[in-house]
Nanobody, 127 residues
Framework: QVQLVESGGRLVQTGDSLRLSCAAT????????MGWFRQAPGKEREFVGG????????VYADSVKGRYTISRDNAKTTVYLSVNSPKPEDTAVYYC????????????????????WGQGTQVTVSS
């Protein structure tokens, strides 16, 4: 079992930056690829980015490439999402997720591949 708790969501303005954190508990964190998804009102949950078990591979949605950075600290069982130059269209609830996965550098992009989810943290970007 993996429990995930996100934090760091807040109201920001375009040009600001913020970092979301996802603290994981459970003994299988290092066996999980980690993903970030977001869901805006009236829209489906979408993949933002993910990082492999060992942190050697990252994948990002085209809409956030160059602005978002995912990292992880396996010793602290925490994954981070750094957001630079946020835009109003980035406003959403951001969810952290964990996928038990065998291949060390694989990064799933589909939500159904993820086994555990956090409760989400709200990010609001004003122009």
């Amino acid at each position: 079992q993996v429990q995930l708790v996100e934090s760091g969501g807040r109201l920001v303005q375009t040009g600001d930056s913020l970092r979301l954190s996802c603290a994981a508990t459970g003994r299988t964190f290092s066996s999980c690829a980690m993903g970030w998804f977001r869901q805006a009102p009236g829209k489906e949950r979408e993949f933002v980015g993910g990082i492999s078990r060992r942190g050697g591979s990252t994948v990002y949605a085209d809409s956030v490439k160059g602005r978002y950075t995912i990292s992880r600290d396996n010793a602290k069982t925490t994954v981070y999402l750094s957001v630079n130059s946020p835009k109003p269209e980035d406003t959403a609830v951001y969810y952290c997720s964990a996928a038990l996965i065998f291949r060390p550098e694989a990064v799933p992009t589909l939500p159904e591949r993820y086994d555990y989810w956090g409760q989400g943290t709200q990010v609001t970007v004003s122009s």
